[in-house]
């Protein structure tokens, strides 16, 4: 992976800036959620990852919880924990074909042999930069890329069928039994 992967590195916040840590993933939905705006010197020792716009943020600690988001391009610079690893595709590397085999078997059973520790457990950066990755053509990448997107989304659909139904159903209950 860390031949299709570019990471700016770490620095330390010298003003007023946007920080990223775990707790502003919403990761039922692979969203920012509430980033914070701090000063640079109330900042804390883990606000150290250069982040920019259209990268993705992988939770390394406790990455069974998928703390795994794209920054939006709305969002301005900013810093995230060291809890993240940070990824940008280079060139010939859809981000979203990227951000989607971040949550594929394949890569997270390699995951899940790397990590260590009991309470919270973490993978390291560079274990995650050793990691396998296929990488078909872009083309390729587009096509499975929508295809992935298509079945999400019959998913979701499914989903909220399968709620209006045990809506009705209790509906009908009350009705029989009020």
């Known amino acids: 992976m860390g031949e299709v992967i570019h990471n700016f ?3 330390k916040p010298q003003s007023t800036f946007t ?8 990761n039922k939905i692979s969203q920012l959620s509430s980033p914070k705006v701090l000063v640079a010197g109330k900042a804390p020792s883990r606000a150290r990852k250069t982040v920019k716009p259209g990268c993705i943020v992988y939770s390394t600690v406790r990455p069974y919880l998928k703390n795994i988001i ?3 391009e709305t969002e301005p610079e900013a810093i995230a924990s060291t809890a993240f690893c ?3 595709p280079i060139a010939g590397l859809d981000v979203i074909f990227l ?12 995951v899940e042999d790397k990590q260590w520790g009991q309470a919270y457990p973490a993978i390291k950066d560079k274990d995650l930069m050793n990691a396998l990755f296929p990488l078909p053509p872009l083309a390729e990448q587009h096509r499975i890329v929508a295809r992935v997107e298509a079945l999400l989304a019959k998913v979701a659909e499914l989903r909220k069928m399968s709620e209006r ?3 009705l159903r209790k509906g009908v209950l009350r009705a029989l039994v009020g």
């Open 9 to 11: 590195g770490q620095e």
């Open 70 to 72: 794209i920054v939006p």
């Open 165 to 167: 139904k045990e809506a």
């Open 86 to 88: 940070v990824m940008t």
């Open 99 to 110: 951000f989607r085999y971040l949550f594929a078997r394949p890569f997270n059973t390699y």
């Open 19 to 26: 920080y990223i840590d775990v707790s502003s993933i919403d």
